[in-house]
């Protein structure tokens, strides 16, 4: 079946980097894109970029420009994404999200998502 | 970018009609999307461009739009439907919104 399954939960210290993996099944990887969300705990969710899985480019939501790199494996129909200079209010559960193919703004598959938490 | 408004929160006894809003002024232009959540799980999708209903998601589930309000129905609540929900559009190409998310209480 059509899957997306998440790296496990990590624990980093300030201002370090944390490296979040997405592994698609089911499709044509290729073929859509993958968004990565996160959620603070008790809070929202805030999209944070969007990859093309055919030909890697890539949007960002300007708060994160600076600090987030997403790629893609195509061999393996993975998604990476990595979030640089982690502070204390990075702590969320980030989640992957397929989006529709041909434009589509739907995410209709999404990973179960990976706990980060940034704690000295 | 834009802000998605929605009410904090909704409550509904079982087996009435919730009625969840999501309102800016991109709406008309732009398709919503609409995601549920309930506690420790990912969302999942419950309605897409405006109202389309993915495949194995109870008809009770419904959406609408109105000029800059698009709207999630859930008719003949169930205690199962209590969760957050949250609408979703699109920004500039390739670049998305959430709304603020609405917790729906079933009493």
């Known amino acids: 079946q059509v899957q997306l399954v998440q790296s496990g939960a990590e624990a980093k210290k300030p201002g370090a980097s944390v490296k979040v993996s997405c592994k698609a099944s089911?499709?044509?990887?290729?073929?859509?894109?993958i968004s990565w969300v996160r959620q603070v705990p008790g809070q929202g969710l805030e999209w944070m970029g969007w990859?093309?899985?055919?030909?890697?480019?890539?949007n960002q939501k300007q708060k994160f420009q600076d600090r987030v790199t997403m790629t893609t494996e195509t061999t393996t129909s993975t998604a990476y994404m990595e979030l640089r200079s982690l502070r204390s209010d990075d702590t969320a559960v980030y989640y992957c999200a397929r989006v529709g193919a041909d434009n589509s703004d739907v995410f209709d598959i999404w990973g179960q998502g990976t706990m980060v938490t940034v704690s000295s | 970018s834009y802000e998605l408004i929605q009410p904090p929160s909704v409550s509904v006894s079982p087996g009435q009609t919730a009625r969840i809003t999501c309102s800016a002024d991109v709406l008309p232009k732009q398709y919503a999307y609409w995601y549920q959540q309930k506690p420790g799980q990912a969302p999942v999708l419950v309605i897409y461009?405006?109202?389309e209903r993915p495949s194995g998601i109870p008809e009770r589930f419904s959406g609408s739009s109105s000029g800059t309000t698009v709207t999630l129905t859930i008719s003949g609540v169930q205690a199962e439907d209590e969760a957050d929900y949250y609408c979703?559009?699109?920004?500039?190409?390739?670049?998305?919104?959430f709304g603020g998310g609405t917790k729906l209480t079933v009493l």
């Open positions: 461009k405006d109202s």
């Open positions: 089911g499709y044509m990887f290729t073929s859509y894109g």
């Open positions: 979703q559009s699109a920004d500039t190409s390739r670049t998305w919104v």
């Open positions: 990859i093309s899985a055919y030909n890697g480019d890539t």
